[in-house]
């Protein structure tokens, strides 16, 4: 079994910083993407960051410059370091990675975390 842990989240002011991580455990052989979401209320959830197994990143219009989004292989971890926030960055941040387990070889599944709220606000 798979799970992804989040952690980091809470309450910061406008223009504060957080460090979200996100540790995958499990029977893995290898993860591939993994990435940051976030869904508000009545909102479809919307790709926040993404990162590839080789440190390719790619962010959503409306955090680029603000979030860095980076993976440590040997923890399977991934780190989401938000600064500048905004009270729009409000919402339940959830881990998502394509992971291949050991006995499952050649099958990508892809995984999410239970979410972790973010709260910007003064």
């Known amino acids: 079994q798979v799970q992804l842990v989040e952690s980091g989240g809470g309450l910061v002011q406008p223009g504060g910083s957080l460090r979200l991580s996100c540790a995958a455990s499990?029977?893995?052989?290898?993860?591939?993407?993994m990435a940051w979401w976030r869904q508000t209320p009545g909102k479809q959830r919307e790709m926040v960051a993404r990162?590839?197994?080789?440190?390719?990143?790619q962010y959503g219009d409306t955090v680029k410059g603000r979030f860095t989004l980076s993976r440590d292989n040997a923890k399977n971890t991934v780190y989401l370091q938000m600064n500048s926030l905004k009270p729009e960055d409000t919402a339940v941040y959830y881990c998502?990675?394509?992971?291949?387990?050991?006995?499952?070889?050649?099958?990508?599944?892809?995984?999410w975390g239970q979410g972790i709220q973010v709260t910007v606000s003064s």
């Open positions: 998502n990675a394509d992971i291949e387990q050991l006995d499952m070889r050649g099958m990508r599944n892809n995984y």
């Open positions: 990162i590839t197994s080789g440190g390719i990143t």
């Open positions: 499990g029977r893995i052989f290898g993860i591939y993407i």
